[in-house]
């Protein structure tokens, strides 16, 4: 809030300090010129499209997907009956736009995301936390990028039962805070590299003392081992089969146990233990027998109540997931239709940062109107801020400088009232709509 309002001129031709003045407060103009400063990006002359507003505009293209590059460019640089950003009143071609994103990379976006992360763990830490604990989720989804030569070589085509997938896709693992729904770690990668693999690049992201909490997927001792070795701690589902040797029983479905480390990764990691503790609680929900492991031993700190009911928080990722497919890009989680635009695996990547810093700053002004106004943050509706959000960030471009910062105070208030009402979520595993079992009909060739 306190930027707001400040300095920053308003469409008089001056691009080189140009903002998104809705997200002023939250993304602050020295991480970009950081980010660039550091990835060497920044404009050595005078253009159009200075590396700037190349970064806002990748961040827009996140903000309002269903918009065309082109339309992007016209609402950011031209307000009706206000004026341009460009002396000449004519926005930059796409082969301008083209031409400044890839001056620009995605280094910059992905230093800037970091900056941003490292922001939100100084600032909402204690929000995001349980029992001092910062509580995440980790899971993966993949998302299709356009068919071109240049992604089929970077991200792969899936396999399918008629052969090969119509799209390539690229893969992408998501550390998600489960009290707030922030992004605070992404990898994005091949189709063909598995989300096990990919989780241990996640470990330089995950901060000490947090807790991860795990879909049964990532089950590797390496992986589990390399949490506790980060002085953090981790919960996952246990895989059937999966037994250790009891060691103290704590409570109804509640033991301590031993689980033997495999001989194959300790050859290759000889430093390793041959055993590890663990606490293992039992649970059954809905008839249906889970166990959790844990290495949250102590049961009076952390009751198996609590640790069952802290597990159910990991569809929190879930949900944070589905904003981002199904609403912030407008995209039907039937068709699973392509969310970006480049033919080029760099393009992809960049949009793939400014899409995730997009998430974080509508997150983060809801997570500001929660705090503010004294209201469940997970309550309030992201569809109905996400458009109240973009309906201000037209009427901020257009506002003289002093209305700002009421305006804001407007935003925040409104996002609070966007209530929906508390209910108990079902997530059950099934197929909504079965796929056709027609044959394919292919064409006949030509007599």
């Known amino acids: ?26 993304l602050q103009p020295e991480w970009i010129e950081q980010a660039l400063a550091v990835s060497g990006r920044k404009t050595q002359r005078v253009r159009k499209m200075t590396a700037r507003f190349t970064v806002w505009l990748v961040v827009a293209m996140g903000f309002y997907r269903n918009l065309s ?21 004519e926005a930059p071609t796409s082969a301008s736009a083209v031409e400044a994103r890839d001056r620009v990379g995605f280094g910059p976006l992905r230093e800037i995301f970091e900056r941003f992360r490292l922001w939100l763990l100084e600032t909402r830490r204690e929000a995001m936390s349980w029992k001092g604990h910062l509580v995440l989720a980790l899971d993966g989804t993949t998302f299709k990028v356009p068919d071109s030569p240049e992604n089929r070589r970077r991200f792969g085509l899936p396999g399918a039962s008629r052969g090969r997938a119509a799209f390539p896709q690229m893969r992408a693992l998501f550390l998600i805070s489960t009290k707030l729904r922030l992004i605070l770690g992404a990898v994005f990668a091949p189709y063909g590299r598995g989300e096990a693999t990919l989780a241990l690049r996640m470990l330089a992201w995950i901060p000490c003392g947090a807790l991860v909490v795990l879909d049964r997927n990532f089950n590797s001792w390496l992986f589990l081992l390399g ?29 301590l146990v031993e689980m033997k480390i495999p001989r194959a990764l ?93 998430y974080n700053l509508i997150r983060s002004l809801m997570a500001e109107a929660a705090l503010k106004h004294e209201v469940p943050l997970l309550r309030i509706s ?42 108990q979520r079902d997530n059950p595993r099934v197929v909504c709509i079965k796929m056709s079992a027609y044959l394919l009909n292919k064409k006949r060739k030509a007599s």
């Not at 590059?69 to 009143?89: A, D, E, M, P, Y």
């Not at 070795?229 to 033991?255: T, Y």
């Open 382 to 423: 992201f569809v109905d801020s996400l458009e109240r959000i973009r309906s201000a960030a037209l009427l901020m471009a257009a506002a003289p400088t002093r209305s700002l910062p009421a305006i804001f105070k407007d935003l925040l208030h409104s996002i609070a009232r966007c209530l929906v009402p508390q209910r």
């Open 266 to 358: 300790r050859r290759q990691l000889p430093s390793l233990s041959k055993t590890i503790v663990v606490r293992e609680v039992s649970a059954r929900i809905k008839g249906k027998p889970f166990r959790y492991f844990t290495s949250l031993l102590d049961p009076a700190l952390y009751s198996a109540t609590e640790i069952v009911r802290l597990y159910a928080e990991r569809w929190q990722e879930e949900t944070a997931l589905d904003e981002i497919k199904t609403h912030q890009c407008g995209a039907t989680t039937v068709n699973r239709p392509v969310i970006f635009r480049c033919k080029t695996s760099r393009r992809v990547l960049q949009e793939a940062y400014g899409l995730v810093l997009a």
């Open 227 to 255: 949490i506790r070795d980060l002085g953090s701690h981790f919960l996952i589902r246990a895989r059937r089969g999966m037994a250790g040797k009891g060691l103290e029983v704590l409570g109804p479905g509640d033991h």
């Open 69 to 89: 590059i082109q339309n992007i460019l016209s609402r950011l640089g031209t307000i009706f009956g206000v004026g341009s950003l460009w002396l000449s009143g």
């Open 1 to 26: 809030m306190s930027s707001i309002g400040d300095a920053f001129p308003k469409l008089e031709g001056w691009v080189q300090s140009f903002t998104i003045e809705v997200f002023a407060s939250v």
